[in-house]
């Protein structure tokens, strides 16, 4: 559903839409015709008609079929992801030993297979008994022995066999060295580009002297004219400010700032304009935003047992970000504030606190870490060392568990932006609720145990009396019940639940055959009914008592609360088949993802409990679901007392205080020793704390400094470290010219692409250190070369030679902004736009008025518009976003409302700027939205359907922002 629509600059507002017509038109004719939006359709304006009938299943199709972000590569997720699940459960029994005869350490022993057949049917995850085993929803097969997987481990098997169980090519170029031994790095690993120090090379002599304008240009001569290519000619300077003001501060340039521009013939003239977009406060929400997806921030912290948690504060880091780069805090510096702002000396470290949001409100597991450390600053997975040495970088598997040491020998912490007494007074009530939450909890737990077990002994019952209801043999269900002695309500549900066929358990097909034949005998239903709660009875009995074993293991209530202790102790749990019949009869309610079954349960039969129980996360109960109903005398008033007492603590409760995410180091700092194929309960040697190998000279000094944290930025951010700079440089390189000289940002090693200029790369990373590491300073050299100004000049011998452009021989077309440029440039060019900086986010509605970047970012809920135009997962470290421009998104122009509402805001302020005069008004809007006068066939077209229209100036501009002139930059 990818397409990309033409935009020459002047004729793509005469061209937009024509795909979005042409995907309605089979359907339009069985719409009213009354749809007010506007379509440009060979060159003319016409109504539009269906639009909203068929987005929303448009909208659906597009996130199921949407291509998907190439945010991390197949081979890294499988190092990741699924590698260390198959060494921490698998491999134990099926490598040498091949149990089974099922070997899985290869793609093509899995395919294979053992007794049972092949492990895994790529792309179908369903039919392959390897995910049919870990799923225990095979009927012999439940594997791994000893507990079933957690939901986001078998998640991410499925994922992987449904992407065609990608497993990385097992050429190794490093000796495996997994136990600890000692590795060495050879020298010719040593001699990899990425690895050599950073020299200043000398600029290239060209023979065209008349071209380049700095450094820059020469270094892309240079290969230009060893190719026997040519630089595309300038693009003119409407162009060039509108290429420039969206690249600094992602917004339009006002046609006040390209007037001056165009007037302004001093040779230093581009110079001023980029001084300008520099020293704007609006530079750093552009380059804050890039930083913060490196950074996956979003307004939550990490997760709590797979739901991503809320925080108030999170914005603070948010904030930080943008006002670093608004200041152009040196690299370096930016660096370690990042990684150990509370280490920093005292007077700048009340200012660098903020900072720690960087790995604060990311998952807190050491092993995620890690692995954004070394992806954002140095361009290394070394996260593919954790179950064996890297297979293709020299970083050895005892690197990567010297550097989860560093990150397991801190711990979180909260840095309070209010007074002492105020955070203890706001803890000590808090603690109080939390209690008087735990005690009704408690109450309503136990009344809730001895419910169950009550209407579980009533179970024929229950049975043989839904079966009257079921057969007519009693007139209604409320007498049925006063006269058996029953809970209507129970009732009820045993009548819904044994009249429902579709079950995950076997237990009732001999009830549903009965029915099947016509309902069978009383004789028969009473036999069959005292059969089923015995079974029932059991089961509940069965699950209690490996809840009682399970408590002792986990050390009690306290482990109970512990998610990573829960995961990691080997519990007991029921074979699938009865659980699913507890679950049914007296599961607890549950969301979506909020429990084991993984789909919305409304709650078990005989469930009854209280809208503060911990089991059902937060579920809102209905009236009926509640226990109340069941007591009475002191139970109740106790209940009733405890209740008023917690609402009487909540109310006083103080306001929270403000707070910075953050973490410290641990009172004890300790190596951690390497996990065996990635199982930390097979451990090898121990792994002293300290940098990476192929980045130190000789062996590592091991850090003394308490985690090492500070010895770890030290070493990142030194100006030594070969990677540092290149890897910055680059990335501002990318934001500009549309490509990195390195095409994998994120990825320096031997699977990443090898620099199309790496002189040039060196060039800037020298530069960028002699600069005192200021980026603001790499801009300024990048844009005021004459490469930068480039058109994007079609030059055919040219693209027979180098058709993806990594000679840089004309400026890359900017097929669509990003999804914040974009919003924010519609709320700038209508007038709307709230320039206020900083402040905590706000949810993206049609009301929202301020910059994207403020707007409330979900870590598992991310806003559908947002996704809609490609914002990046916020759980990954995206390499680099993902463009696509196709129908949907015209679509998203012609039914939003907030592209709706913005249209009436843009047609009164072209009212109140430029009078009446349709043609002016014309000239105003183009000068606003493309930074150009139309043309005199562009300005006939506009008068001719605002004069077949009666002056529809709304639908008009709706047009005008739809097109793809806007919303590209040439």
């Known amino acids: 559903m990818v397409a990309h629509l033409p935009s020459d600059g002047r004729g793509s507002v005469s061209c937009i839409l024509r795909l979005v017509w042409s995907a309605l038109a089979a359907s339009a004719a069985a719409v009213p015709k009354s749809f007010p939006s506007t379509v440009i359709i060979f060159g003319r304006l016409l109504p539009a008609v269906g639009c909203r009938v068929f987005l929303p299943a448009l909208i659906l199709a597009y996130f199921v079929l949407r291509p998907q972000a190439a945010e991390t590569s197949k081979a890294d997720f499988f190092e990741t992801r699924i590698r260390p699940v198959l060494a921490k459960n698998c491999f134990a029994c099926h490598m040498d030993s091949a149990m089974g005869g099922l070997r899985l350490d290869a793609r093509e022993h899995l395919l294979k297979g053992g007794n049972s057949g092949p492990a895994i049917l790529p792309g179908d995850p369903e039919g392959s008994l390897l995910i049919q085993a870990v799923s225990h929803s095979h009927e012999r097969l439940k594997m791994p022995q000893g507990g079933k997987l957690a939901p986001e481990e078998i998640a991410a098997l499925k994922a992987w066999v449904k992407d065609g169980a990608v497993w990385p090519s097992t050429e190794v170029i490093n000796k495996p060295s997994s136990s600890g031994s000692k590795h060495v790095i050879r020298p010719e690993q040593r001699e990899f580009w990425a690895f050599q120090p950073v020299r200043k090379p000398p600029v290239p002599a060209v023979k065209d002297e008349s071209w380049p304008k700095t450094a820059i240009d020469r270094f892309i001569l240079a290969k230009l004219e060893h190719e026997a290519l040519r630089p595309a000619g300038p693009a003119d300077k409407r162009t060039l400010i509108r290429r420039a003001t969206f690249d600094l501060i992602g917004l339009p340039p006002t046609p006040e700032e390209v007037k001056a521009f165009l007037v302004d013939e001093s040779p230093d003239a581009f110079a001023k304009v980029v001084d300008r977009l520099l020293a704007s406060p609006h530079y750093g929400e552009r380059w804050g935003r890039h930083w913060l997806d490196l950074a996956r921030y979003a307004d939550a912290v990490g997760f709590t047992d797979g739901m991503a948690t809320h925080s108030a504060n999170a914005f603070r880091y948010r904030d930080w970000i943008v006002r670093a780069f608004t200041d152009d805090m040196p690299y370096d510096r930016f660096i370690k504030a990042q990684l150990v702002a509370d280490l920093l000396p005292e007077k700048e470290r009340e200012k660098m606190l903020p900072a720690l949001g960087f790995h604060a409100l990311g998952p807190a597991a050491e092993d995620d870490r890690v692995d954004v450390t070394t992806r954002t600053f140095l361009a290394l997975t070394v996260g593919c060392a954790k179950c064996h040495d890297h297979k293709f970088d020299p970083i050895p598997t005892l690197d990567y568990y010297s550097l989860q040491g560093v990150f397991k020998s801190t711990e979180p912490h909260e840095y309070p932006l209010a007074p002492e007494h105020v955070v203890v007074a706001y803890k000590k009530v808090q603690q109080e609720i939390q209690e008087k939450e735990e005690a009704i909890a408690n109450l309503v737990r136990k009344q809730q145990e001895m419910l169950a077990e009550i209407l579980l002994g009533q179970t024929s019952q229950y049975t043989v009396t ?19 002695g029953l809970d209507r309500l129970t009732l009820e549900r045993w009548i819904k639940y044994l009249s429902t066929p579709e079950r995950e358990h076997p237990y009732l097909k001999e009830w549903d055959a009965m029915m099947a034949r016509g309902g069978g005998t009383p004789e028969e239903v009473q036999a069959f009914a005292e059969k089923f709660q015995h079974l029932v009875v059991a089961v509940n009995n069965e699950k209690t008592v490996m809840e009682d074993r399970n408590y002792v293991k986990l050390g009690g209530a306290a482990g109970l609360k512990d998610k990573k202790l829960r995961d990691t102790i080997n519990q007991e749990f029921l074979e699938p088949n009865k659980w699913s019949l507890w679950r049914d009869i007296a599961g607890n309610p549950c969301k979506t993802g909020g429990c084991q079954c993984g789909l919305p349960f409304d709650g078990g039969i005989v469930f009854y409990g209280d809208k503060g129980d911990e089991h059902h996360g937060f579920y809102k109960l209905t009236a009926e679901q509640k226990i109340d109903r069941f007591l009475s005398g002191e139970w109740k008033r106790y209940l009733d007392r405890l209740r008023a007492e917690l609402a009487e603590l909540q109310k006083s409760l103080p306001p929270p205080y403000p707070f910075l995410h953050g973490y410290r180091d641990s009172r004890e700092p300790q190596d ?10 097979n451990l090898g040697d121990v792994a002293p704390r300290r940098f990476l190998q192929i980045l130190s000279n000789g062996e590592p000094k091991r850090f003394t400094k308490g985690s090492g944290r500070l010895e770890l930025a030290e070493a990142i951010a030194s100006p030594d470290n070969p990677l540092t700079a290149r890897v910055m440089a680059n990335r501002v390189w990318y934001y500009h010219f549309g490509q990195g000289i390195v095409g994998t940002p994120s990825n320096f090693g031997q699977l990443g692409e090898r620099p199309t200029h ?5 060039y800037l ?3 960028f250190i002699e600069s005192g590491w200021s980026a603001k300073s790499l801009h300024r050299e990048m844009m005021l070369s004459a490469t930068y100004a480039m058109s994007t000049e079609h030059i055919a011998a040219n693209y027979e030679k180098d058709p993806d452009n990594r000679l840089h021989w004309r400026a890359n077309l900017i097929q669509r902004l990003d999804a ?3 919003r924010d440039a519609i709320l700038a060019v209508s007038g709307s736009l709230d320039r206020k900086a900083s402040g905590p986010p706000v949810k993206l509605t049609d009301d929202h008025r301020r910059r994207t970047i403020y707007a409330a970012i979900g870590r598992t809920d991310l806003d559908r518009t ?3 135009f490609d914002f990046p997962d916020p759980n990954t470290v995206p390499e680099q976003r993902v463009t696509t421009v196709g129908p949907l998104q015209r679509l998203f122009f012609l039914n939003s409302n907030f592209v709706m509402v913005q249209s009436q805001a843009l047609a009164e302020r072209l009212r109140n700027e430029s009078g009446a005069d349709d043609a002016g ?7 606003l939205l493309f930074a150009r006068l139309p043309t005199e066939s562009e300005i006939a077209l506009g008068l ?3 004069r077949e229209n009666d002056g529809a100036w709304p639908q008009y501009v709706q047009v005008l922002l739809a097109s793809s002139e806007f919303s590209s930059v040439n």
């Open 944 to 946: 001719d359907f605002l």
């Open 820 to 822: 914040e440029a974009l």
């Open 765 to 767: 990373a020298s530069w």
């Open 758 to 762: 790496p002189e040039l790369l060196d």
């Open 672 to 681: 951690v020793r390497l996990a065996i194929r990635g199982d930390e309960k």
């Open 921 to 927: 008004r014309i000239r105003q809007a183009y000068e």
């Open 866 to 868: 947002l996704l809609l």
């Open 466 to 484: 839904a079966w009257k209801i079921m057969k007519r043999l009693r007139p209604d269900i409320q007498t049925a019940a006063e006269e058996a």
